[in-house]
């Protein structure tokens, strides 16, 4: 939003406030309250004990995410917190007013801009449980991805062991309202990992959005390593219970009762060594690690289109990973793969568009390897649209798009994002539209350089 449009928001705010004072006075006056229209007492600002209805909420609402979206500070600054700061500074030049007889907008506007910016935040390591490699040696896993970190238990114990406080209090289930590490340590007993995940200069709520998309950004890449059938058992605490085992009853229709139970680890099927094996292909995907992943839990804003697409293919390859439903896997692995390649929605035959930028960034020179993706992913789209359109395809054609499709993922999808990043570096589009144009316009000749 432009200055102008928020000033014209805070404008409409304070003819609906000074609307709902009169709408109370006179009700106050008459002694009936009933007088009082049903949305004019709808919203009290707790901060500045402002009272207004809902369509002055609105436009307070609305100005606060303008300041908010123009500093680029949605991702770090909830829009709540926004919301009682502008109302805070109308609430002072209110009462400047009366002595000046001055209400400036533009003053309004300006302060409010700098007490959002200096709301107070928190900085710290976001420690997210995760489950990756349950059942399998992992004692001194120490893993580094950018800024994130991957490591085992006996590695967190040794960054952040026990503070005396936290030791005179193991007895305690809590300590002044927050969980005690006993707490924390029978919660994450199940969990074979921990995701380190730095951030700065956030709201709270709003940091353990960041730290998750991180982390969720680093398990996508084991994901898409091991493939469909082990990537879907890895997950960060919350996304599903741990279970290292399951157990089952069945009641016949004469009342026998038929109690089974089954063992089994619920992190991926990694081998011994499997770090070794992961560092490997990070390697090749260095400035993925050292550029884009910081960018994403640094709280930089969604107007960079590159960082959006990079949001919206995140969550929609880790969504292809979590549903236990096949067909929707489907759609959403293929409609990560729609974003990262720019297509837009009017393009024609997308099924042979995609299937055929897919193999280009995926090949990596290996006309074979080519052939083999572009029949992949025509194929999983095709499957993909019959979906989406209601014709049911059966199971078997499901898993017959995805079974091969899987082996070649990383690659596509790294090298994609890979392609994204360089575009932001060089080209620095503002919009989608540029980013999209220049995606057409580079694409070709920046796979075919060695």
Same mark, same amino acid.
């Given at each position: 939003?432009?200055?102008?449009?928020?000033?014209?928001?805070?404008?409409?705010?304070?003819?609906?406030?000074?609307?709902?004072?009169?709408?109370?006075?006179?009700?106050?006056?008459?002694?009936?309250?009933? #007088?009082?229209?049903?949305? /004019?007492?709808?919203?009290?600002?707790?901060?500045?004990?402002?009272?207004?209805?809902?369509?002055?909420?609105?436009?307070?609402?609305? *100005?606060?995410?303008?300041?908010?979206? %123009?500093?680029?500070? #949605?991702?770090?600054?909830?829009?709540?917190?926004?919301?009682?700061?502008?109302?805070? =500074?109308?609430?002072?030049?209110?009462? $400047?007013?009366?002595?000046?007889?001055?209400?400036?907008?533009?003053?309004?506007?300006?302060?409010?801009? !700098?007490?959002?910016?200096?709301?107070?935040?928190?900085?710290?390591?976001?420690?997210?449980? *995760?489950?990756?490699?349950?059942?399998?040696?992992?004692?001194? @896993?120490?893993?580094?991805?950018?800024?994130?970190?991957? =490591?085992?238990?006996? =590695?967190?114990?040794?960054?952040?062991?026990?503070?005396? !406080?936290?030791?005179?209090? +193991?007895?305690?289930?809590?300590?002044?309202?927050?969980?005690? %590490?006993?707490? &924390?340590?029978?919660?994450? #007993?199940?969990?074979?990992?921990?995701?380190?995940?730095?951030?700065?200069?956030?709201?709270?709520?709003?940091?353990?959005? /960041?730290?998750?998309?991180?982390?969720?950004?680093?398990?996508?890449?084991?994901?898409?390593?091991?493939?469909? %059938?082990?990537?879907?058992?890895?997950?960060? +605490?919350?996304? *599903?219970?741990?279970?290292? &085992?399951?157990?089952?009853?069945?009641?016949?229709?004469?009342?026998?009762?038929?109690?089974?139970?089954?063992?089994?680890?619920?992190?991926?099927?990694?081998?011994?060594?499997?770090?070794?094996?992961?560092?490997?292909?990070?390697?090749?995907?260095?400035?993925?690690?050292?550029?884009?992943?910081?960018?994403?839990?640094?709280?930089?804003?969604? $107007?960079?289109?590159?960082?959006?697409?990079?949001?919206? $293919?995140?969550?929609?390859?880790?969504?292809?990973?979590?549903?236990?439903?096949?067909?929707?896997?489907?759609? /959403?692995?293929?409609?990560?793969?729609?974003?990262? @390649?720019?297509?837009?929605?009017?393009?024609?035959?997308? !099924?042979?568009?995609?299937?055929?930028?897919?193999?280009? !960034?995926? +090949?990596?020179?290996?006309?074979?390897?080519?052939?083999?993706?572009?029949?992949?992913?025509?194929?999983?789209?095709?499957?993909?649209?019959?979906?989406?359109?209601?014709? $049911?395809?059966?199971?078997?054609?499901?898993?017959? *798009?995805?079974?091969?499709?899987?082996?070649?993922?990383?690659?596509?999808?790294?090298?994609?994002?890979?392609?994204?990043? &360089?575009?932001? +570096?060089?080209?620095?589009?503002?919009?989608?539209?540029?980013?999209?144009?220049?995606?057409?316009?580079?694409?070709?000749?920046?796979?075919?350089?060695?």
């Amino acid at each position: 939003m432009t200055e102008d449009e928020i000033e014209q928001e805070l404008h409409s705010f304070l003819e609906e406030w000074a609307s709902t004072q009169s709408d109370i006075k006179k009700s106050i006056g008459s002694k009936d309250l009933s #007088q009082i229209d049903g949305s /004019s007492l709808s919203v009290q600002m707790v901060m500045g004990n402002t009272l207004v209805n809902k369509i002055g909420m609105s436009h307070l609402v609305t *100005a606060a995410k303008g300041i908010l979206e %123009r500093e680029h500070l #949605q991702r770090q600054i909830t829009l709540s917190t926004a919301v009682k700061v502008v109302d805070q =500074v109308i609430t002072a030049e209110r009462e $400047s007013y009366q002595t000046s007889g001055k209400f400036n907008l533009k003053h309004v506007i300006k302060q409010s801009t !700098a007490n959002i910016r200096h709301s107070p935040t928190m900085s710290g390591t976001f420690v997210l449980p *995760a489950n990756i490699a349950m059942g399998v040696d992992h004692d001194e @896993t120490d893993l580094t991805v950018g800024p994130i970190k991957i =490591v085992s238990r006996s =590695v967190l114990d040794k960054l952040y062991p026990a503070t005396p !406080a936290e030791l005179d209090n +193991a007895d305690k289930s809590e300590i002044r309202g927050s969980f005690s %590490r006993e707490v &924390w340590t029978d919660y994450t #007993q199940n969990y074979d990992h921990f995701i380190l995940v730095p951030i700065n200069n956030h709201e709270r709520e709003l940091g353990k959005r /960041s730290a998750e998309l991180g982390a969720e950004f680093v398990l996508n890449l084991l994901r898409l390593l091991v493939g469909f %059938r082990g990537g879907r058992r890895i997950l960060l +605490a919350g996304d *599903a219970p741990p279970k290292t &085992w399951t157990a089952e009853l069945v009641v016949s229709d004469i009342n026998e009762r038929e109690y089974s139970a089954s063992r089994g680890s619920y992190g991926a099927p990694f081998e011994k060594g499997w770090q070794k094996f992961f560092t490997s292909h990070l390697n090749s995907v260095i400035y993925i690690t050292t550029s884009l992943v910081p960018q994403l839990i640094r709280g930089c804003d969604l $107007s960079d289109p590159v960082i959006e697409r990079l949001v919206y $293919s995140n969550d929609l390859i880790s969504n292809s990973f979590k549903d236990t439903y096949a067909p929707m896997r489907l759609v /959403s692995i293929t409609s990560a793969l729609e974003a990262l @390649t720019m297509l837009s929605s009017a393009d024609n035959l997308k !099924a042979d568009e995609l299937a055929k930028r897919c193999s280009i !960034a995926g +090949a990596m020179g290996d006309l074979q390897r080519k052939s083999d993706i572009y029949d992949q992913v025509y194929n999983a789209y095709k499957v993909r649209n019959e979906i989406v359109h209601g014709d $049911s395809p059966s199971e078997t054609d499901i898993y017959k *798009a995805m079974t091969p499709l899987e082996d070649s993922l990383y690659y596509v999808v790294l090298k994609l994002i890979e392609f994204l990043g &360089w575009l932001q +570096a060089n080209y620095s589009p503002q919009s989608a539209r540029p980013l999209r144009r220049k995606f057409t316009e580079q694409f070709e000749s920046y796979f075919a350089s060695p």
